[in-house]
């Protein structure tokens, strides 16, 4: 997705001469296409993120759209008092870019590990938090979102060239996206781990069971009214994140169901313990947490079981 959004954004800066990026010293393979084309409006902050965050803020108040980009641990934890201070608390056009959500860097360690972004943006009221599920949607995300006047936080991820089936680029900010209909279960995935959810859903397929896949790819707003209509449709719902289940897609989807009162067992599946002391692949670490696309058929089958037998 990274590929998708460095190139989207040289497009709308050669519409638009307030548009500048910040990097976080990274991006390196990924960025060089703004930072060759643009040269007066990139900047190279260093490891320093708080700093970055600062002059981003200083920047937006000046009347420019600065992006400000770097890993999702340091792009969105280690800079938040600033980002809550200054673009969120002065209504400012920053934009927060998280590369690499859940584990993506995960031979990089714990520290590395994209988990718990998206909760602590959603807390705030006052920025609009996108996270696309594929190269194509980050794309459009970007397209229909880059000149809104408030602060936004845009998590996504390094590959672009996984492409979800039947999304074909579609996004819209507080809707959600489906891209598979059936009506045993319904699966609502949040983000890059959208490519083993649909994996998940194939393999059940296999089996007889079909299964509804929607995507939320926004928060503040985030998709209520789509999700009521959706929610009510099913006994058992599984959201999956590359993410702790607390806060993100799956508080959402609970939410819903108690406020609106649904008859709807809703099953969360991403991390609920501090990641592994060990490094190793994304695949690796996704299997381990239960969210790789055999664990989750494994997970939905024993789920829809013990529905059967109540």
Known sequence: MRGAFAKTLVELAAQDDRIMLLTGDLGFMALEIFSERFPSRFVNMGVAEQNMMGVATGLAEAGFIPFAYSIVTFASLRPYEFIRNGPIFHHLPVRVVGVGGG?????????????????VMRTQPGITVIAPADADQTASALRQTWHLPGPIYYRIGKNDKVIIPNLDGRFELGRLQIVREGGDLLL?????????????????????????????????PAPVDDLIRLLGRFPLTLTVEAHYITGGV???????VAEQALGCRVVRCGLTTPPLAVSGSQSYLQHQYGISASALVETALRELQGIKTQ
């Open 103 to 119: 584990m993506e860097y995960g031979n990089a360690g714990p520290t590395h590990h994209g988990l718990e972004d998206v909760s």
């Open 250 to 256: 799956g508080s959402l989807v609970s939410e819903v």
């Open 188 to 220: 609502v995935a949040m983000g890059g781990i959208t490519n083993e959810v649909v994996a998940a859903a194939d393999t059940l397929a296999k089996q007889g069971i079909q299964a509804t896949v929607a995507i939320v790819s926004s928060f503040n």
